[in-house]
């Protein structure tokens, strides 16, 4: 198929940012990949410098108008810069701090946007498949182009909406997906690659999930509310005349910016500092109780914030987009053989894009050679090993699978509040050890013990590591409303920890689960998600671990969205996680 040769080398020629974004999707499509690439010409705009320290940009004026200005940020770089010492702590230099603010870098609006009118319409905006022909090859690519439009049919003039595309067939006999490439052209229109990987017919699918303005909104409350969720902190202890106190107050983050200032400061506080990691946690202090009488820890709620004008731009999420219906006809190939993928799993493989399809509810992996799992041969693979998993309720599905498809495991009762664990299941017979433990605050949970909430880089490093250790761990969806440097922080300590673990011990399998879709509002969007995707797989990207990327699992699926995964996907991610350990 031919394209005008600019895109083929857009789409070719980017290796500046091509280990940071393969392999990203969102939702029941795929994400909106931004480049920024010196082979691209067509109305470039270079991101600012400094980019991670945009998020503390104001991002809108009193009139609640949006826009994206390089001064604006450029004047914030000057008077806030990285944590250099942090950072050179983690052996991370100028250069690689760098590839992290191109990772983060989304465009935005390059004029004030007033009315809602103004903004993306997923009534108007469109797309096409270009150069579409009778019959493919398995195998061959086609390109669809986005054209974005505002509610007046007036062409967009620049970048920063989020879409998401996929190709699909849900006709009987056959049920496939698979994600699509989508790449800002930073002028209005979007770009979007897509692989033919299976023999029959598809269609295309786009979706508008955030428009350009609404992604302000989802920026500058993360700027400037990141206490709107919060938590509580439960208080015990003894009281006059053998009674006993008990006080519930609030408790986040010590982050003196983003809002989280708003907790408190000074003696307003009881504040606790953990040892190893050197992060804070903050409650306001009781009335009664001293700050050491705190037992538990719970969500709190959610404070909204968002004004009528936010709202309106936050209408217009999630919603398909018109655009060429036709069947595109897939035949087979004599090339069909070069679609499998006979490399066994290993730590450090890179995701490619697509990381891999589904055909008929089963996930055939680009990565690597992965098989099927039944509970016999799921046994044989986890004797004699100790299975680590740390994280959030996404990863307590994974716990509660291997329960199910290991049936000689049986679940130890800790007496613990289940939603944050820890728990524990074991087979004696097999000598299998499984342990699911919540990743520490913040954790939106029913009340739990604190005492069992610990952070995940201190787990790995009470760990002694080995052949028989298997170590798997996610985070996200309980970060969406901090401070992109605040999880950078959390993630660059976890990779010390993995670091120092795999230099004492080798052997030791390490895998990362990244983040689930399926957030689509302003406490939890996959757009937030998506960034913290990215701060993850930049962190780990040379560490020698197996990145399991169920964020194109989860995203083109024909199941209904949600950030708790249906089985047959979670069937399909402990097929890969088990193909991590037995690559044989």
Request: net charge positive; aromatic share 12%.
């Amino acid at each position: 198929m031919k394209i005008d040769s600019q895109e083929q080398r857009f789409h070719r020629e980017r290796p500046c940012l091509k280990v940071l974004f393969t392999g990203l999707c969102l939702g029941m499509m795929c994400f909106l990949v931004m480049w920024s690439c010196m082979g691209f010409k067509e109305k470039e705009k270079q991101p600012p410098h400094s980019l991670l320290f945009q998020h503390f940009a104001k991002l809108h004026n009193s009139t609640n108008s949006f826009s994206s200005s390089a001064a604006d940020v450029s004047e914030i770089s000057s008077k806030e810069s990285p944590t250099n010492s942090f950072y050179s702590e983690f052996g991370i230099s100028s250069a690689r701090y760098s590839s992290l603010q191109q990772a983060l870098y989304w465009a935005g609006p390059d004029r004030s946007v007033t009315a809602v009118s103004m903004s993306t319409s997923p009534v108007h905006s469109t797309f096409i498949i270009q150069n579409l022909k009778d019959s493919y090859q398995i195998g061959e690519k086609i390109y669809v182009r986005i054209h974005a439009r505002d509610f007046n049919n007036n062409s967009k003039p620049h970048g920063g909406d989020f879409f998401q595309a996929k190709l699909f067939s849900f006709k009987t006999p056959i049920k496939a997906s698979v994600f699509g490439e989508v790449v800002d052209l930073l002028n209005g229109s979007y770009s979007v690659r897509f692989l033919l990987p299976w023999v029959g017919q598809a269609q295309v699918a786009v979706r508008l999930i955030h428009s350009s303005e609404g992604v302000q909104v989802l920026k500058h409350h993360r700027d400037t509310d990141s206490d709107r969720v919060f938590f509580n902190g439960y208080f015990k202890g003894p009281g006059p005349n053998g009674t006993r106190l008990n006080e519930i107050v609030k408790c986040n983050v010590k982050w003196d910016k983003n809002g989280l200032e708003r907790v408190g400061k000074e003696d307003c506080c009881c504040e606790y500092k953990d040892s190893r990691t050197g992060e804070e946690w903050r409650c306001q202090r009781p009335k009664s109780l001293p700050c050491s009488a705190r037992v538990y820890h719970s969500m709190g709620g959610y404070i909204k914030r968002v004004t009528a004008k936010e709202a309106k731009f936050m209408q217009q999420t999630n919603k398909g987009i018109n655009g060429q219906k036709s069947f595109i006809n897939i035949l087979p190939s004599n090339e069909s053989a070069r679609m499998d993928v006979r490399d066994k799993c290993r730590p450090g493989l890179h995701s490619p894009v697509p990381a891999g399809f589904y055909l008929n509810d089963v996930w055939t992996s680009f990565v690597c050679k992965t098989r099927q799992f039944t509970p016999q041969t799921t046994t044989q693979c986890l004797k004699d090993k100790h299975i680590y998993m740390m994280g959030d309720s996404t990863m307590r599905q994974w716990f509660e699978f291997l329960l199910k498809a290991v049936p000689s495991l049986k679940r130890m009762n800790l007496h613990v509040q289940y939603q944050a664990g820890p728990l524990l299941a074991v087979d004696v017979g097999n000598n299998i050890d499984l342990h699911w433990r919540a990743h520490g605050v913040p954790l939106r949970c029913r009340k739990t013990e604190v005492a069992n909430l610990h952070y995940i880089s201190n787990e790995i490093e009470d760990l002694a590591g080995g052949p028989h250790t298997v170590i798997v761990f996610n985070l996200g969806p309980h970060f969406t409303t901090y401070p992109l440097d605040f999880f950078t922080h959390r993630v660059l300590r976890i990779r010390k920890a993995v670091v120092d673990l795999l230099q004492r011990a080798p052997e030791t399998t390490v895998i990362i689960k990244t983040v689930n879709t399926g957030y689509k509002d302003v406490f939890g969007s996959d757009w937030y998600s998506l960034q913290l995707d990215r701060i993850l797989r930049w962190a780990f990207q040379d560490v020698g671990v197996y990145i399991l990327d169920v964020w194109q699992m989860t995203s083109c699926h024909y199941n209904k969205e949600n950030i708790h995964p249906g089985p047959v996907i979670i069937k399909n991610e402990m097929d890969i996680f088990l193909s991590f350990i037995c690559p044989e």
